[in-house]
């Protein structure tokens, strides 16, 4: 699957973003999703996951309450609702997808990586 992230931008402190990623091929539904980001100099990290049905949702602990993931297997789209945004959420933000796993939480159990979209938040 190829997935394309969008979303992405400038925002204060406290403000909100909403992430997208789009996948192709017609197999989405079958596909867990995660979210990861990349600060500079920072190893790449877990945000959320969801499961192919959209039933199971995990979360990291420096984001949970702020940020929520959800998918539309009819639009073959995942999305990242982020609010009351903080500078270190400050990162690249990358989709990803495994066709192996109904939920995955560790970067090394996703195959598919999009490109990343760029997330900065200004104090």
């Known amino acids: 699957v190829q997935l394309q992230a969008s979303g992405g931008g400038l925002v204060q402190a406290g403000g909100s973003l909403r992430l997208s990623c789009a996948a192709s091929?017609?197999?989405?539904?079958?596909?867990?999703m995660g979210w990861f980001r990349q600060a500079p100099g920072k190893e790449r990290e877990f945000v959320a996951a969801?499961?192919?049905?959209?039933?199971?949702?995990y979360y990291s602990d420096s984001v949970k309450g702020r940020f929520t993931i959800s998918r539309d297997n009819a639009k073959n789209t995942v999305y990242l609702q982020m609010i009351s945004l903080k500078p270190e959420d400050t990162a690249v933000y990358y989709c990803a997808a495994t066709g192996e796993r109904t939920v995955a939480t560790t970067r090394h159990e996703y195959d598919s990586w999009g490109q990343g979209t760029q997330v900065t938040v200004s104090s």
């Open positions: 091929g017609r197999t989405f539904s079958r596909y867990a």
């Open positions: 969801i499961s192919w049905s959209g039933g199971l949702t």
